[in-house]
């Protein structure tokens, strides 16, 4: 299984990772529990810096799509297939969607909205102390 | 037995294996190490192919003067001067000493022979180090898959690389005594051994496994460039540990005036799983140079 990068594309580098890597997910390229290079190794085989594989890894993992085991490196999540069928985007217009719907129709102005949005953007995440 | 063998079959043994050492060293392999120069100039010029003289490897392959010319030269010149020593010991009737250290003969030898390999060496870090600045493909692929040590080298080499350093530690130790008093060149020995073996493990675990050095290169030359590296590597340490097991053994059972065959037979080896079986492993017809065109995509 190959990963292609275009560096001269406009969609990020990282971008073009978890996608390519979510596609292989969903064609069966990838099984679950498959071994993935290490971040080094990936950035040096598509010479490109170790950060922008790194955040590749990052988003693939807050996905459910790959799981790092410490020393024994990068595997396909068991769940990845599943998981890899969820499009986050999407999925947070549809709720964000539901939540200004509820406020315009209790009264709330766009602009009182936005205020109100800032300000929960500004809460502290769950389980992280400001 | 070793000890009532003849002095003219000690000295024949010896003169034979510096004689192999010479014409192995200084002229076998740097034939062979300019006929591949000479093929990838000739097939593979620099209009056709600029991405492959990058940096300061133009001058290795240039026909006339240049790294080339200094390396073809430096071989020819020292394995001249190899041969004069032979001959210089042949009629002053040079013999090894019973009581060893004559092998600093074929060690100093070897460290000359070794300089033009120098030579070659800088030729390709300037090369690589030319290639990653100036790359600049627009599309670049990699293989989804981790390279591990055993995709490149099988298990028993690696448990018998292992086996023959703990048996060098475990045969020293015992040559020692167990109960005697250890000095500090006990102690070095054993800490320089077991650091060059300790590097070799790094440089495979974090080097030769994971960098891609030359970001052209096509994805299966790069996988036979890994083997070959991580073989050498694996199969010099155990060579070298069969070296110190048998240099021990020479010390403890008084034959040490075969230390001069037996080191230049190690030296040898060494060429011959490292820097021989690096070329052999990598047919130089059997390479993508259709990589090295301008705008070919990288693998």
Redesign the interface.
């Known amino acids: ?8 594309s406009e969609e990020p580098l990282f971008g073009q990772l978890v996608n390519q ?1 979510k596609q ?1 997910v969903q064609a069966g390229q ?1 099984a679950p529990g498959q ?4 971040i ?3 950035a ?5 810096n170790n950060k922008t594989v790194a955040k590749a890894y990052k988003l693939l993992e807050r996905d459910g799509i790959i799981r790092t085991k410490g020393y024994r ?1 990068t595997f396909v999540h068991a769940d990845a297939l599943k998981n890899s069928t969820v499009d986050l985007p999407a999925l947070i217009n549809a709720k964000l969607g539901e939540a200004v719907s509820a406020c315009r129709e209790a009264g709330a102005t766009d602009s009182e909205i936005r205020i109100a949005f800032g300000e929960v953007m500004q809460l502290p995440k769950q389980g992280e102390i400001k | 037995m070793i000890e009532n063998m003849p002095t003219g079959v000690i000295l024949a043994l010896f003169y034979i294996t510096f004689a192999v050492q010479i014409l192995f060293a200084s002229v076998y392999l740097p034939a062979k190490t300019l006929r591949r120069i000479d093929y990838v100039r000739e097939h593979f010029p620099k209009e056709d192919y600029p991405n492959l003289y990058a940096g300061g490897s133009g001058s290795l392959f240039t026909k006339v003067g240049g790294a080339r010319a200094l390396y073809r030269r430096s071989n020819y010149i020292i394995a001249i001067i190899g041969l004069a020593l032979l001959v210089a010991m042949y009629v002053s009737g040079f013999q090894p000493h019973p009581m060893g250290g004559s092998e600093i003969y074929v060690v100093a030898y070897f460290i000359l022979q070794s300089l033009p390999i120098i030579i070659l060496g800088v030729c390709e870090y300037q090369q690589l180090k030319g290639m ?1 600045a100036a ?1 600049s493909n ?10 591990r040590l055993f995709d490149f080298v099988a298990p028993v080499w690696v448990v018998l690389a292992v086996v023959a350093f703990l048996g060098w530690v475990a045969f020293f130790a015992y040559d020692l005594g167990f109960d005697a008093p250890w000095r500090a060149n006990h102690y070095f020995s054993l800490a320089t051994i077991t650091a060059v073996n300790v590097g070799y493990a790094i440089y495979i675990a974090k080097v030769a ?4 050095h030359d ?1 052209y290169k096509a994805a299966k030359d790069h996988q036979k460039q890994v083997a070959a590296t991580v073989q050498s590597l694996v199969f010099s340490s155990t060579i070298m540990s069969v070296f110190l097991i048998m240099t021990t053994a020479a010390d403890r059972f008084g034959f040490e005036i075969l230390d001069p065959v037996m080191t230049s037979i190690f030296l040898q080896a060494c060429l011959l799983f490292g820097y021989n079986m690096m070329l052999n492993m990598q047919p130089v017809d059997d390479l993508d140079f259709e990589v090295y065109k301008n705008g070919a ?2 693998e």
Do not use: C, W, Y
């Open positions: 299984m190959q990963v292609t990068i275009d560096i001269e890597i292989a990838l071994a993935l290079p290490s080094r190794q990936l040096s085989d598509l010479s490109l490196g | 990653r790359f627009a599309k670049r692929s990699a293989n989804l898959a981790p390279r496994l994971v960098k891609k970001p995509a990288a």
